[in-house]
């Protein structure tokens, strides 16, 4: 709507017609653009009488898409420098609040020695927003701003890491921190679960895949979801003996509940407060393992026996937690990434796990950002397939043709290859933003082709022969194409080399736009008009006859006369 009114009425109000003594050349006139505008017709003259040349150069431009498609790197979103990042620990099993508080002040101060680090602020007992065990401890850090240091804040992480690998028996993972849930435990990206029936061999198997993945760069923090397994004096019943002295089992599990966990007796009242009342063994003797074999469970007859008697303590490890997915026991393997595409890492994940030959009824899942990645690129693929749908029936209704919607949709392909080359000369990946960038240069490729293709008709239409029409039509439409081509890159090219918070997932968008429309267009020009006369001679033959676009305009004229015709003979039209 803006095009055909408002754009039409400014240029009225504020352009004024050229007056004839008026001697000042245009930017059309220069001897720059005239020199460009001749190489392109001579370029064109030459395309266009080698046709079947130019063909193959674009077949083979399409097939290196999917080439370099194969070699792009892949992952869910671009991690951004936001000055800040998350250091998360967990403290060998047992430890005290007072022993955790020790380690966390220890993890400060090394922390405290990176010259970027503005900020500290530690929690402990909290797993993201719910809390935990006193073993968990969570760091904040907040850097200096990007504008104010020289290492990236990947590199920072990378060298934490190396001065926090000094405290041994810790489990610690620097981080990036979830802008959409706030700071959590252990958000990585990698994340592959493992699921079987049996516990202790899941757990093997996680084993063998953290050693093999742990020997190809890139993969940091390497390790399991499951929590550390916790220090228990395990109770085991000699059911024979204890069924002769009359010693049932929750017998002794309610003397054992009772008098070291603790049990409610009552309650008291003071000040208007209300406090519980619990009855259990004193600190000291609780954690003497010969004090709680003397304990007594009720007999037979009433008598009360130790439990020595009938037991045998021994001390064991339990584990942390016990995972389920899909109702299966399962342990996630997780894994931040340094330098690596979450893409890549999930193919070596993936195979580290084929290597194993694992039992049928164990299987691997892809969890967090890898399965928000397979979902996003089927979505995409979705949208890509429907886009070329509405895109082919506008056109088809636009130029009244099956055959020209085809000619300006080739030149969408081989746009694609050229922004897929962007990316792997910047070093960039393929994200969902990069993707978003593919669809924007599709549709500004296609405006261009659209220039070329209905001014050629429109020219043919007053009877100029093909290729006379072909070389006019693009000689015309050479300088609107380079005007908007080189308004989009100007455009975005300081979106795609700006630097701040939050830049980089605008630049891999930008940076697909701008890299795509410079090295695109010149194959664009040529290809389309190519294109334009292949299909052309196409439909002069026998196979391509069938295909017409019903005249829309001639089919309401001869229906609008037939209701006429009726309505004048006095009969009631009836369809």
Same mark, same amino acid.
């Given at each position: 709507v803006v095009a055909f009114t408002l754009t039409p009425m400014l240029a009225a109000r504020i352009l004024s017609a050229r007056k004839a003594e008026d001697t000042a050349r245009t930017s059309k006139e220069t001897a720059?653009?005239?020199?460009?505008?001749?190489?392109?017709?001579?370029?064109?003259?030459?395309?266009?009488?080698?046709r079947l040349l130019v063909i193959g150069g674009a077949l083979l431009i399409l097939v290196g898409g999917f080439y370099l498609l194969a070699k792009s790197p892949v992952e869910f979103v671009v991690d951004d420098d936001m000055s800040e990042f998350e250091v998360v620990a967990e403290a060998p099993p047992g430890s005290s609040l007072e022993r955790t508080t020790e380690i966390a002040r220890a993890l400060e101060g090394e922390l405290?020695?990176?010259?970027?680090?503005?900020?500290?602020f530690?929690?402990?007992?909290?797993?993201?927003?719910?809390?935990?065990?006193?073993?968990?401890?969570?760091?904040y850090v907040g850097l200096t701003h990007l504008s104010e240091r020289t290492r990236t804040q990947d590199e920072i992480k990378q060298d934490a890491r190396r001065r926090l690998a000094v405290f041994p028996g810790l489990r610690?993972? /620097?981080?990036q921190i979830n802008l959409i849930g706030g700071g959590g435990f252990r958000q990585t990206p990698f994340n592959l679960i493992l699921r079987g029936p049996d516990l202790q061999q899941l757990d093997g198997h996680a084993r063998a895949v953290i050693r093999t993945l742990g020997s190809k760069p890139g993969f940091v923090d390497l390790d399991t979801a499951q929590t550390q397994r916790q220090p228990e004096l395990q109770v085991r019943i000699d059911r024979q003996k204890a069924s002769d002295l009359g010693v049932r089992v929750d017998g002794i599990a309610s003397a054992l509940r009772t008098l070291v966990g603790g049990e409610k007796a009552g309650f008291y009242r003071e000040a208007g407060e209300q406090y519980d009342v619990r009855i259990r063994l004193q600190e000291p003797f609780r954690k003497d393992a010969s004090v709680i074999a003397d304990l007594a469970a009720p007999g037979a007859g009433g008598q009360l026996v130790k439990l020595s008697n009938v037991t045998t303590l021994a001390p064991g490890m339990s584990p942390g937690q016990i995972e389920h997915y899909a109702q299966e026991r399962s342990i996630t393997i997780i894994s931040n990434l340094y330098q690596k595409?979450?893409?890549?890492?999930? +193919?070596?994940?993936?195979?580290?796990?084929?290597?194993?030959?694992?039992?049928?009824?164990?299987?691997? !899942?892809?969890?967090?950002?890898?399965?928000l990645l397979a979902e996003a690129i089927q979505n995409f693929l979705i949208a890509f397939v429907l886009s070329l749908a509405f895109i082919y029936i506008v056109l088809a209704a636009q130029f009244e043709s099956f055959v020209h919607p085809i000619t300006i949709m080739v030149s969408m392909f081989l746009s694609i290859p050229f922004g897929l080359l962007t990316l792997l000369l910047v070093g960039k990946t393929l994200n969902i933003y990069s993707i978003m960038g593919l669809f924007l240069l599709m549709g500004v490729v296609k405006k261009n082709a659209i220039l070329q293709v209905d001014y050629t008709n429109v020219l043919r239409?007053?009877?100029?022969?093909?290729?006379?029409?072909?070389?006019?039509?693009?000689?015309?439409?050479l300088r609107p194409i380079l005007m908007t081509t080189l308004a989009i890159i100007a455009g975005m090219l300081p979106v795609a080399l700006g630097r701040g918070d939050g830049a980089a997932s605008r630049a891999s968008l930008a940076t697909v736009v701008v890299g795509g429309q410079a090295l695109c267009l010149l194959v664009t020009l040529? /290809?389309?008009? !190519?294109?334009?006369?292949?299909?052309?001679?196409?439909? +002069?033959r026998r196979v391509f006859s069938w295909i017409r676009f019903p005249r829309w305009k001639e089919a309401l004229a001869a229906r609008w006369q037939w209701v006429n015709g009726r309505v004048a003979n006095g009969r009631r039209p009836t369809r």
């Open positions: 720059f653009y005239r020199a460009m505008e001749q190489w392109y017709e001579a370029a064109l003259a030459w395309c266009l009488g080698h405290r020695k990176i010259p970027e680090v503005r900020t500290l530690t929690t402990i007992g909290v797993r993201g927003q719910y809390q935990s065990n006193v073993t968990d401890i969570s760091l610690i993972s /620097a981080q595409p979450l893409g890549e890492a999930l +193919g070596e994940g993936y195979d580290a796990v084929r290597e194993l030959k694992m039992p049928p009824e164990y299987g691997i !899942v892809t969890l967090g950002r890898g399965k239409e007053r009877g100029l022969p093909r290729l006379e029409a072909q070389m006019q039509a693009d000689r015309a439409r040529l /290809a389309t008009p !190519v294109i334009y006369s292949m299909f052309d001679d196409l439909r +002069g």
